[in-house]
Antibody, heavy 123, light 109 residues
Framework: QVQLQESGPGLVKPSGTLSLTCAVS?????????WTWVRQPPGKGLEWIGEIHHSGTTNYNPSLRSRVTISVDKSKNQFSLKLSSVTAADTAVYYC????????????????WGQGSLVTVSS | DIVLTQSPGTLSLSPGERATLSCRANHSVATIYFAWYQQKPGQAPRLLIY???SRATGIPDRFSGSGSGTDFTLTISRLEPEDFAVYYC??????????FGQGTKVEIK
């Protein structure tokens, strides 16, 4: 059973950089192709941030692309999120998840999620 | 850009009733890339339906998904107490690459 665990500072100052790590256990990060970050502001809906292939290829939400970097560390079986120049609008619960691509029927979905990490942007 | 619009925003029903949730895309989409998630307070979303109509592992058969083109539906045939939650639709394949609807809250009447 794959498990994901987010970790990182819960408080970031405005204009700073938000950094989170998602540790993958119960399987190799290379055994699944793509991994993703999603965020959820308090009381609001889900927003896709970006995704990374275990080879390092990334795709980002155009609305965040200029500020986002997602990277993978296969030796530590984890992937990370950095979001720069944060403001109060970036306050949210940040989730990491596995993207399961079923190449038999071409379906794709998020089947394993971390429990979420609340990051507050405040001075 | 693709926009997914869920309706209603809130659905007030009693246990045992049937729930019908709608998700509409602003242009025709591929059903194989459409999914539904359930989220309870303080928890991560949980996959319910993928490929528009396939139930995920362990999901009870009271949950069913249907639709094609621009209109998709999640139906809960008989609401159980644990089904009161927020439900999100999701689509892959446009800009942004993954899009979520704004959610429908199913609350106890």
């Amino acid at each position: 059973q794959v498990q994901l665990q987010e970790s990182g500072p819960g408080l970031v100052k405005p204009s700073g950089t938000l950094s989170l790590t998602c540790a993958v256990s119960g399987g190799s990060i290379s055994s699944s192709d793509w991994w993703t970050w999603v965020r959820q502001p308090p009381g609001k809906g889900l927003e896709w941030i970006g995704e990374i292939h275990h080879s390092g290829t990334t795709n980002y939400n155009p609305s965040l692309r200029s500020r986002v970097t997602i990277s993978v560390d296969k030796s530590k079986n984890q992937f990370s999120l950095k979001l720069s120049s944060v403001t109060a609008a970036d306050t949210a619960v940040y989730y990491c998840a596995r993207i399961n691509w079923n190449y038999y029927d071409s379906t794709g979905y998020y089947d394993y999620w971390g429990q979420g990490s609340l990051v507050t942007v405040s001075s | 850009d693709i926009v997914l619009t869920q309706s209603p925003g809130t659905l007030s029903l009693s246990p045992g009733e049937r729930a019908t949730l709608s998700c509409r895309a602003n242009h025709s989409v591929a059903t194989i890339y459409f999914a539904w998630y359930q989220q309870k307070p303080g928890q991560a979303p949980r996959l319910l339906i993928y490929g528009a109509s396939s139930r995920a592992t362990g999901i009870p058969d009271r949950f069913s998904g249907s639709g094609s083109g621009t209109d998709f539906t999640l139906t809960i045939s008989r609401l159980e107490p644990e089904d009161f939650a927020v439900y999100y639709c999701q689509l892959y394949g446009s800009s942004p690459l993954w899009t979520f609807g704004q959610g429908t809250k199913v609350e106890i009447k």
